[in-house]
């Protein structure tokens, strides 16, 4: 449940307010007009909470849940004594209510200064109203914040960078050559803009020999990088991150690279140089794609596979190296039928 320690809860809501945000249809006689404070998981929950149920194994008798969301199908496996509200998707009719809740997050609760001592903010810097500018961060010149962005402590905003309004930018990230759009939380230690990993090797030298990376990162709107992702400024072209994105923990994005909208990229994925990826694409845990690869609109990898060639739009793959993941599923099971066969 929500610790209000750190984080700043609106309402009470009543049941009618939350059916109204949700377009949910309420099942059976339940008071609508009940005040409900907070939201919680079905195990930890009271009758003051609001709950949803989308996976009939996670439903329990044991909830006292106030309120749950769930579907027609799943409505009779609610807690007995909560008021079911019907919807299409339980969860994503969940994370709606949630936004009414706290509306302040990722904020938290803490009490900051605007300009406390020991941030540099350039006197070239534009600023935006309301934005807030925690403790040794630096922000270089010409560089523009747009209005109730928040730079957390340690934060590094290169020279000509230019952040957009509602962003949130977690401690000791460091923001170099980009342009972030609007409402994009960066969470804690994570770097964008930073040199792509470009080199030819000079045999008149000997040596490998840098390749000058003058491109930039941009980055839509209503996009979350995770802690510690890298995300590297293209060669010459741009490094873009389209509108919608969500980016686990200690991902790896490289030069070139375009993202479309909505993707979704589980942590430790690696994506190597100038891949093009259509929107609506989910990248699984540790996924690695080679460099210059196409992936198409709505394609799904799973976790731990190793990507070496273009996958089409829609298609599901699996495996090192990737492919189809029925055919992948065929192959384990020939292989289990070869190595279990008695002999005669």
Known sequence: MPDPRFFRRAGPFSVREIAAWTDAKPSGDG?????????????????????????????????????????????HKAPPNSIVLVVKDPQAAFAVAAEAFYPHLPETI???????SGAFVDG???????????????????????ARTRVGPGVVIGAGV??????QIGANASLMACLIGDSVVIHPGVCIGQDGFGFVFDSVLGRH????????????????????????????????????CRIDNQVQIAHNVSLGER?????????????????????????????????????????????????????AVMGYPAKPIRTFWREVAVLSRLTTRKKP
């Open 31 to 75: 008071d609508l007009d009940l005040p409900i404070s907070d939201l919680a998981d079905l195990t930890q929950s009271t009758s003051n909470d609001l709950c949803y149920l989308s996976i009939a194994e996670y439903a329990t008798a044991d909830s006292a849940c106030g309120v749950c969301l769930t579907t027609a199908d799943l409505s």
């Open 110 to 116: 803490m009490k900051a200064v605007p300009t406390p």
């Open 124 to 146: 070239t810097v534009k600023l935006g109203v309301d934005v807030v500018i925690e403790a040794g961060a630096v922000v270089g010149q010409k560089a523009e914040i747009g």
């Open 162 to 167: 230019v952040v957009g309004q509602d962003c």
């Open 209 to 244: 020999r840098k390749v000058l990376q003058l491109g930039r990162v941009v980055i839509g709107n209503d996009v979350e990088i995770g802690s510690n992702t890298t995300i590297d400024r293209g060669a010459l072209a741009d490094t873009v991150i389209g509108a919608g």
């Open 263 to 315: 993707c979704i990229v589980v942590s430790q994925v690696g994506i190597s140089g100038s891949c093009k990826i259509g929107s609506d694409v989910v990248l699984a845990g540790q996924v690695g794609l080679a460099d210059h690869l196409t992936i198409g609109q709505g394609a799904q990898v799973a976790a731990k596979s190793g990507v070496m060639r273009d996958i089409a739009p829609g298609q």
